[in-house]
């Protein structure tokens, strides 16, 4: 048997993470100097949704926000209580191009594999994307982990769909991209003012990318609806996720137009990780579904 785990930014609301067995180590941020921590075990749904609007209302008002990475001792902790219970550990990590903590993560394992000879396994996943890119790839390996399958089998199919699963997403307000260096502040002023609004993407190597600019909140979200229709490959058995920035009307919107085209299995619908969700702001949604391969089409 193994545990599975994923840090906070694979943005799993706490009753799924409850539901599949699935063990979740958090950011913590800085809010005006406060520790924040992203993410809490006992909220529901709707508490979730509560928390996130009053985290991105502080950030439109100006608040100042820290992100950090979780330590190489945090995830050694986690991963030695997995191993002194004989079983095995499967991490889904952000990005290691978006963030260092797939490195945290590989110090740590690396350590805990040193002290323990009892034959138990790490296996650490890049999903080269970030929220619920990362979450529905955890979830799809507790139900193979349901079925009887040992760790090598889930962990070496699932590495399969890691250039399989997209992210895509829009925001609400450019300057947020400007922050983290990923827009020119300059472009950033016009754009607004303009009503442009980008479409970014993870491409395949796990870097955030601009595939398309858009004039109009409602094209871009129209362009995602797109994104997903045309690229989704057997939806029907496929959860889809979306996050949102405190954006839960469009993000209804956006599952409904979707639904209108397509059969989904199922999906998932939650408020934005703090700790991703700082660095693109408030307002932003975003989709994650797996397609043959990260060249998407829009047509």
Do not use: W
């Not at 805990?112 to 396994?121: A, E």
């Not at 997903?228 to 996050?243: D, F, L, S, T």
């Amino acid at each position: 048997m193994f545990q599975i785990f994923v840090d906070s930014a694979a943005n799993l609301p706490a009753v799924i993470a409850k539901q599949y067995n699935i063990n979740v180590i958090s950011f913590i941020n800085l809010v005006d100097g406060k520790e924040v921590t992203c993410y809490n075990p006992d909220l529901s749904l709707e508490e979730e949704r509560q928390k996130g609007t009053e985290y991105y209302n502080a950030m439109r008002k100006g608040c100042e926000i820290k992100t950090g990475l979780i330590s190489t001792a945090t995830f050694e902790e986690q991963f030695q209580k997995a191993f002194e219970e004989d079983q095995d550990v499967l991490y889904f990590s952000l990005s290691k191009n978006i963030s260092g903590n797939f490195n945290s993560a590989r110090l740590a394992a690396e350590e805990v594999l040193s002290k323990h000879t009892n034959g138990c396994k790490i296996r650490l996943i890049d999903s080269l994307n970030a929220s619920l890119a990362q979450g529905i790839l955890a979830i799809y390996a507790s139900i193979m982990r349901e079925k009887g399958m040992e760790i090598d089998e889930v962990a070496d199919f699932l590495e399969t769909c890691v250039g399989k699963m997209n992210g895509v997403f829009t925001v609400g307000d450019l300057k947020y991209l400007s922050r983290t260096g990923r827009i020119k502040g300059s472009v950033a002023t016009i754009g607004n003012m303009l009503k442009i609004k980008p479409i970014l993407k993870g491409d395949k190597d796990g870097y955030i990318v601009t595939y398309k600019k858009v004039r109009g909140r409602k094209a871009a979200l129209n362009t995602l609806v797109d994104l997903v229709c045309n690229n989704i490959v057997e939806p029907e058995k496929q959860i889809i996720g979306i996050a949102h920035a405190d954006a839960y009307e469009e993000s209804l919107y956006v599952m409904d137009k979707i639904q209108e085209r397509i059969k989904v299995h199922d999906f998932i619908n939650t408020s934005y990780d703090f700790c991703t969700g700082s660095h693109v702001g408030p307002d932003t949604i975003a989709l994650f579904f797996i397609g043959n391969d990260r060249e998407l089409a829009n047509e």
